[in-house]
């Protein structure tokens, strides 16, 4: 693979490299993303790579979705290693605008998603979805790619994106990427740099510790009682705070204790400074190893 990888930073540039592309018959994916890269993220762009002829990763840290307080200014942002990852990997181009780019002056527009984005983490942030849900119909619009892909670990993320895309009769597929995991099971996240060495050693428990709920929950404990104990066990741990877990259907998100039904459990907590996202099918697959 090359070692240099085209990059733009206007729509205009963006616009006109596909219109290159789709006069020479070729299907296109987006990976939308805010840098940081992991082997996560550049597993989408390889699952893109796998789906169509050319594949765009896009890197903006997007402070529509960040609220008063939290981690906008310290986000981090590694565009030069960003762009060796994604040029390793084979990505064909790379969009990287500035705020100016995506938010001229005089913007107004709001994309909004009732129901499924004010709870989960829309009850912890309330503001956070609008933010998500205007910049991924920018980024769709900029370039109207066939495919879109974007993480499961964020599922709630991906279930609103669908839903909006669905609604608004936006053409592209909407695909989800597997989430990746290190090898003691920590989801991977551009966050979990924040985690001091002694909280690295704990943050894989919050992994094994949906797992076990869920297999309490197909053994037949109460989904309100496995919760209850997964709670008690992440604070015995030294999570900070529980910010929800909760067993929702899919691909609704509504509250559900059938696990008999497609369902996930889903859960946000702090440890340090780093808010760390997980969810898990509530299925056989989910259950820990022996």
């Known amino acids: ?24 018959g ?27 002829d050319k594949v765009i990763a896009s890197i903006f840290v997007n402070p529509t979705q960040f609220a008063v307080g939290e981690d906008l200014d310290s986000y981090p942002r590694t565009e030069i290693e960003d762009c060796e ?11 990287i605008p500035n705020t100016r780019e995506m938010y001229p002056d005089g913007f107004s527009t709001a994309v909004t998603v009732g129901g499924m984005t ?9 503001t956070h979805f609008d933010g998500v849900t205007l910049i991924v119909t920018k980024l769709l619009l900029s370039c109207l790619p066939d495919i879109a892909i974007f993480g499961e670990k964020d599922y709630q993320q991906l279930m609103v994106i669908k839903r909006f895309t669905e609604d608004l009769n936006i ?3 909407i695909l989800g990427g597997a989430i ?52 008690a ?7 900070d705070s529980v910010d929800y877990i909760e067993m929702r259907a899919v691909p609704s998100l509504e509250p559900t204790e059938d ?32």
């Not at 992991?38 to 893109?48: A, K, N």
């Not at 996930?264 to 969810?279: F, K, M």
């Open 1 to 24: 693979m090359s070692d240099i990888i085209h990059t733009v930073r206007t729509i205009d540039a963006l616009r006109k490299q596909v219109s290159i592309w789709r006069a020479d």
């Open 26 to 52: 070729l299907t296109v994916s987006l990976v939308p993303t805010m840098g940081a890269l992991h082997r996560g993220h550049l597993s989408l762009v390889e699952l893109g790579r796998s789906k169509t």
């Open 85 to 95: 990852k994604l040029a390793a990997i084979g990505t064909d181009l790379v969009f």
């Open 118 to 126: 004010q709870v989960l983490c829309g009850g912890t942030r309330p």
């Open 171 to 173: 053409p592209v597929e």
């Open 180 to 231: 990746v995991r290190e090898e003691d099971g920590l989801a991977m996240s551009s966050r979990n740099q924040y985690l001091t060495p002694a909280e690295r050693q704990i943050a894989p428990g919050f992994a094994r510790t949906l797992r076990q709920a869920i297999a309490d929950i197909l053994d037949g404990t109460p989904v309100q009682q496995a919760i209850a104990q997964a709670e």
């Open 233 to 239: 066990k992440l604070f015995a741990m030294g999570f």
């Open 259 to 290: 696990p008999s039904q497609p369902a996930r459990l889903i859960a946000a907590a702090t440890l340090g400074l780093s808010r760390i996202l997980d969810n898990w099918p509530v299925d056989k697959t989910s259950r820990p190893s022996e």
